[in-house]
């Protein structure tokens, strides 16, 4: 157990239609990093905040967005679904500092848009 | 060009033998360099890390980097059933941003 909690496990939903991602970090954490991880993609990197503020973006849609709240749990917003968003969502954490290359991942969350 | 090549396999080993797993990359502003392991239906889990050039060994596991080749290795010896997962490199530049590999599944056989 990473201690990264991901809610929910799964999520079926429609195209057109908009879902929430939860993310808990590990105690003591200030990153929190979202990645993708599709069959044909691979784990790609959409975005890091660190201690509530965006800290790096990568091939993130606009249709998605994130926040890290005070707590620092995070959030990753998915609008207007399509087919092809169905994926794997994955958050990770670290502390942000000197180990910040070491980075603990969730259980993740499954999308599935039909 | 992806910014990081690794073969999806699938490799298939018996029991015992030594498993090397190896990605190439493009860009030489890669710093860190790591070696994530992913069972099925899990998230990844950080399995060996380097920052430069060499070798560095825990336990069954070396990770190898030559930077002047851009070419990252794997090996696990004396591999084991349990050793059975997808196995990611994942590599890191300037900002904290992992680029991954595609990931390699690799099955030991009893």
């Known amino acids: 157990d990473s201690g990264v909690t991901q809610t929910p496990k799964h999520l079926i939903t429609a195209t057109g239609q908009r879902v929430t991602l939860r993310c808990s970090p590990r105690?003591?954490?200030?990153?929190v990093y979202w990645y993708q991880q599709s069959l044909d993609q691979g784990l790609q990197f959409l975005i890091q905040y660190y201690n509530g503020e965006e800290r790096a973006k990568g091939n993130i849609l606009e249709r998605f967005s994130a926040q890290q709240f005070p707590d620092l749990h995070s959030e990753l917003n998915l609008s207007s679904l399509e087919l092809g968003d169905s994926a794997l969502y994955f958050c990770a954490s670290s502390d942000g500092g000197s180990t910040f290359y070491e980075q603990f991942f969730g259980p993740g969350t499954r999308l599935t848009v039909l | 060009q992806k910014e990081v090549e690794q073969d999806p396999g699938p490799l298939s080993v018996p029991e015992g033998a030594i498993v090397s797993l190896n990605c190439t990359y493009s860009?030489?502003?890669?710093?860190?360099f790591m070696w994530y392991r992913q069972y099925s239906r899990k998230g990844p889990e950080l399995l060996m890390y380097t920052y430069s050039s060499g070798n560095k060994e825990d336990g069954r596991f070396t990770a190898q980097v030559d930077k002047s080749s851009k070419y990252i290795s794997l090996f696990i010896r004396d591999s084991q059933p349990s050793d059975s997962a997808t196995y990611l490199c994942a590599l890191i530049q300037g900002a904290q941003k992992l680029v991954f590999g595609q990931g390699t599944r690799l099955t030991i056989n009893p």
């Open positions: 105690s003591g954490d200030l990153s």
């Open positions: 860009n030489s502003a890669f710093q860190y």
